[in-house]
């Protein structure tokens, strides 16, 4: 259960969102909840136990479809020794859950979850001596709503792993069944008495100054009403159809500010843009020392262009501007982010706005889902009445924050026993600058705002996780880059593991040595051994060098590939194998098989797992041989499914998981690992079935067709 | 204003509308409370505004509302409920077929459809009748064979 399917009047909070009925949880649920304490070191933060001896979970750390709330629910219930069905979850809401950060870098579990287990835990001391019994079915008489008012206890024991009941367990997601039957309340349906629908008009241009609106092309339309606030356009209607015709219709007028360099040869304008600094990530041994002549050397470039989130549903907020208290219903994966950088915005002190997070659109980082909240909230503030923004399908394939492009050269030389003796990875990738990301609408509308940037830890992985004597990493960070940046799915490590796990590929076909093999051979971690032999044996790796000598069968040339990493080389371990079959003719790629081993540490619910594990490989394959935003000298092109595909189900191909799952370590998390090896491990395959090389994403059907004809 | 008269989900409605070309998805999601329905693109690539209009699946971002005058809709509210799934959904809830969930409503009414044609079809008829439905979240593998339990129930 989920914070809007129960009704509770005793006294923790009333909430009731019912389709078509009256929704209004913001100010009136800051009434009913005087004081609930949000200090992370309370245990009361974390947990409240009702007459009912039903418990509800608080948590800033937010669901997107990954299975994390269920996951959470898990570990409470094992460690308060309550089943799962007597715990509802608050997720993500800045007036009632404690702030553990926003949900992302793979941190929900590892943050959230192991969090509020230590709550929990603390808790079941507490309740023990107050007279709960063993099953903790008396908690409700015993505690009814009432706090706990204990401080969260580090060092209250957990149950040990061998004997977990709960953990482990593929315990059903309470939020399919609603999903499945239109029940479930996305952002997108949130609806509140008064709403008016709302769409901003966004500039041809990126910077360009509204020059005159025509507010007489509307008026065809009825009940529309024109919000400008500068360059900040913006139409409201009770009726959204005539919004989205009135945002198309409305002419207006705009310089053009042609500043952008255009995605066109983007790699070697990245190669040639000005270098803000260099940073140093790995210097081990030399790698500079003259190499003796009969060792093997090789160098190669790698490139990953700008991508989109690309959210199957615009991003969509619904805000209620009131002077005494503001109301933001969003699915951003960061509400106390939110909160804090709309406070500093828009001048409203922290205590009178509140951020409540409901189910979006799977964003996978940062969408456009704080720029539409900005939107909202321009135009509640302007007409004083609540607002529902939802962008339309161009607004966010152009206007969502992208994936940076990511530039990698890898230089290498092998000793004369074949083993890689040196490694030099150079990356040219955009700095990051201090502060908030700058909101569309709030640069629109003149209103002073930090300009910050930043995509998230995007350099690391850039070193080879096996055994080289002189490895040296070094980023040269750039002062500019052409589009906006936000956090995207495994930020950074998706193409930094591309390069690194190509490159190794190279290497060990230059060293003519299977390429598993190779791996192994600089390899003494036992775990990483594990998910390499394991996913390998799953596809039936047949040990030989690359390419395959034995490849053809009529027009298609066949053979396998794999790559292994360890996400952010502290973390997951995660091995991919794939079966491929390259159309000699129409370069066509036609993936056969993937297998994947995966270790995360503790596992918490496999089947959550498998379904984050299935979807990280197969939207990367997606991302590998499809997504490319493209922009001309104005304006993102790339502005539909037509023009930024991504995987089809046609191209979907089974994947088979294997979990390796360590009880007696912590637990990581597991919404990105997965995503890290693919792309290296499609470009190994095509290069043992094809012998040919794909070093630039996306891997085109026309690019390989070329190459296998040259 | 114009008034629209069809059936959705075995009931008679009628909805005011200022533009007969209006999207029936404005009328369900807005007019008529029907919010399973979701929009996505607006130009019938991505099929999460999917409902059935006579049985048949029809884009309803793209679909005008005086193309139904007449005509019986019926959208995901109208298979089942939680405690009452019918058997597609049943389907999905089994292989928890799902992540973000924003596409699941045109996957499934994709899947009444392809199963009202072709009541036992194959992984390569499960793909074509599925292939203008995009999921973001690439939950494929188990709509696959959420669809192919669906089938066999």
Known sequence: MRRRDFLRTSGVIVVSFAFGGALREGAAAQGVEPGKPVDPREVDSFLAIHADGSVTIYTSKVDVGTGLSIAMTQMVAEELGIPVSRISVVEGDTALTPDQG???????ITRGGIELRQAA??????????????????????????RLDLKVDAKAPLKAAKDYTVVGKPVLRPDVPKKCTGTNLFVQDVSVPGMLHGRAIRPPSFGAKLLSVDEDSLRNIPGVRIVRIQNFVGVVADDEWAVVRAARTLKTNWTDAPTLPGSEMLDRYVRNSAVDRDETLVNRGDTTGAVPASTKQLSATYWWPFQSHASLGPSCAVVDFRPESTTIWSASQGPHGMRANFSRVFGIPEDKLRVIFVDGSGSYGSNGNDDVAADAFLLSRAVGRPVRVQWMREDEHAWDPKGPPQLLEIRGALDSNNRISTWETQMWLPAGVQGARPLLAVDDAGIQQPHGRGAGQISQNGDPPYA????????????????RLSNLRAPGKIANVFAVESFTDELAAAAGIDPVEFRLRGLTDQRAIDVIKRATEMVGWEARPSPNSRRQAGNVLTGRGMAYMRYKQAENYVAIAMEVGVDRSTGRINLRRITCAHDCGLVVNPDGLRNQIEGCILQTLGRTLHEETTFNQSRVTSVDWATYPILNFREMVPVEVALIDRPELPPLGAGEAATAPVAAALANAVFDAAGVRLRSVPFKTESLRAQLKS | MAKYSFRVNRRSVSVDSWDPAQPLLYALRNSLGLRAVKFGCGLGQCGACTVLVDGKAVRSCSTPIRQVEGRAVTTLEGLGTPEKPDKIQAAFIAEQAAQCGYCTNGMIM??????????????????????????RCATYTRILSAVLRAAKA
């Open chain 1, 102 to 108: 926003g949900t992302g870098g793979s941190t929900g």
């Open chain 2, 110 to 135: 994709s899947a009444r459809a392809l199963l009202n044609q072709t009541a036992n079809p194959t992984v390569e008829q499960v793909k074509q009748g599925l292939g203008q439905n995009l999921c």
């Open chain 1, 468 to 483: 080289t004597p002189n490895v040296k990493v070094v980023v040269h960070w750039l002062k500019e880059t052409p589009l």
């Open chain 1, 121 to 146: 835990a603390t808790a079941r001391e507490a309740l023990l001596k107050l007279g709960a019994n063993a099953d903790m079915t008396n908690i409700g008489a015993l505690v009814g709503d009432k």
